[in-house]
């Protein structure tokens, strides 16, 4: 069972893959591509049919299932801070490297950067302060192919970071 929820995991991340790039490799692009509200919404959806398809939650289990709501507010939340920073980057789109970086004030980016990861960790308690009660309700078995889930997230998500940094490189 475990190797089908991996393999299902992984069909769905090599899936959304393509999408999710969509709105990094075209940084350098004039006009990048971005997903559209019901991409999101439809990526956002899968991955929590997944989480759900891969628990198999009781009904008994299924009273605890709040973590949807979480996993929707996260998603908002990180919408909002990429369109603030797409909203910093246009700014500073007709400026060439040199004025950027002279014209750059680092206090403001500081601020900008601590209210983002503020709003990280607090989306981030949120999730985890939603999924404790339907945690304690798993047995060993949904506990391991939530680990499983867990892992392959955060292996994606490196993933994209690595991507983000090949791409800045390349850009210098």
Do not use: C
């Not at 959806?45 to 996260?74: G, H, N």
């Not at 990180?78 to 750059?104: P, S």
């Not at 339907?134 to 991507?163: C, F, G, W």
């Amino acid at each position: 069972m475990l190797k089908i929820v991996v393999a299902g995991t992984t069909a769905l991340f090599l899936a959304a893959s393509p999408i999710a790039n969509a709105q990094t490799s075209q940084t350098s692009s004039a006009t990048p591509e971005r997903l559209n509200a019901a991409d999101r919404n439809t990526l956002t959806d899968m991955r929590i049919d997944l989480v759900k398809a891969a628990l198999q939650l009781t009904p008994d289990q299924e009273k605890y299932w709040p973590a949807e709501s979480a996993i929707r507010a996260r998603a908002e939340d990180r919408k909002a801070r990429l369109a603030k920073i797409g909203e910093t980057v246009g700014r500073r789109a007709d400026e060439n490297r040199v004025e950027a970086l002279r014209n750059r004030d680092p206090i403001t980016f500081l601020q900008r950067r601590s209210e983002a990861l503020a709003q990280r960790s607090a989306d981030l308690d949120k999730l985890a302060e939603a999924w404790q009660p339907l945690y304690k309700t798993l047995n060993p078995e949904q506990r391991q192919r939530m680990a499983a889930i867990a892992i392959l997230v955060l292996h994606d998500m490196s993933d994209a970071v690595d991507r983000r940094r090949a791409l800045s490189e390349d850009e210098d």
